[in-house]
């Protein structure tokens, strides 16, 4: 088991140009949960897919963000017209999908806006 | 409004000491899950140990243990016999029963340094 997938590792964009984050979650897990995590924010909730439908999206900013789940072995984040505030660690996770299962985090992709 | 709330920045402590995490959480839901979460200097996130609103026994696995307090909305993590590796954040983090919206709620975390 490979654990969480989340590709690339280090994003570096310019201001204004879009940024595309993957993951590939746990096989078997239903569940697909993204974050954003910053030193002065902590680890924020951005959006959650259950059997890869949108769930619930309450923590996505409505402009330039918009997260995709096509098919049960991959989800998308993407960020249109980056901005230097959206530099960031972007972490997915996945699990079975009940209440009380526990959380696998990927690795993070970092994201840099200059 | 913070959901989980940990309300200790860092805390440092002698190798193979005991040392005692807080969090408190707020819900109006009858059923929640209470989970903590370790993240080593690598960022790498590990899941830690759970705990179920229903269940009155205190959750224990490893050298890990919580101290569950219902009725002050209190959830603490006790580590015993710290080791130099337990050096981290934990983050406390809260799922509520309900469903639809399903999202996790964590606090900010907790830096831990054990020292030699």
């Known amino acids: 088991n490979a654990g969480v997938i989340q590709t690339p590792r280090h994003k570096v964009t310019g201001k204004g140009q879009e940024a595309t984050l993957w993951c590939e979650p746990i096989?078997?897990?239903?569940?697909v949960f993204w974050y954003r995590q910053t030193i002065v924010q902590g680890l924020e909730f951005l959006t959650y897919?259950?059997?890869?439908?949108?769930?619930?999206d309450s923590g996505m900013p409505k402009e330039r963000f918009s997260a995709q789940m096509p098919n049960q072995s991959h989800s998308t984040l993407k960020i249109q017209s980056t901005q230097p505030q959206d530099s960031a660690v972007y972490l997915c996770?996945?699990?079975?999908?009940?209440?009380?299962?526990?959380?696998?985090f990927g690795p993070g992709t970092r994201l840099t806006v200059l | 409004a913070q959901k989980v709330t940990q309300t200790q920045t860092s805390i440092s402590v002698v190798e193979k000491t005991t040392v005692t995490m807080d969090c408190v959480y707020e819900?109006?839901?009858?059923?929640?899950?209470l989970f903590w979460y370790k993240q080593t200097a690598s960022g790498e996130i590990v899941f830690l140990i759970r705990?179920?609103?229903?269940?009155?026994e205190n959750a224990t696995v490893g050298h890990y243990s919580l101290n569950f307090q219902k009725p002050k909305s209190s959830i603490g993590l006790i580590i015993t016999a710290t080791q130099i590796e337990d050096s981290a954040v934990y983050f406390c983090?809260?799922?509520?029963?309900?469903?639809?919206?399903?999202?996790?709620?964590f606090g900010k975390g907790t830096s831990l340094t054990v020292i030699p």
């Open positions: 897919f259950r059997n890869q439908a949108p769930i619930d």
């Open positions: 983090a809260m799922r509520e029963g309900h469903t639809g919206y399903q999202n996790f709620y």
């Open positions: 096989s078997g897990h239903s569940a």
């Open positions: 705990q179920d609103s229903y269940k009155k």
């Open positions: 996770a996945s699990s079975l999908g009940y209440n009380y299962a526990e959380q696998f």
């Open positions: 819900t109006r839901d009858s059923s929640y899950f």
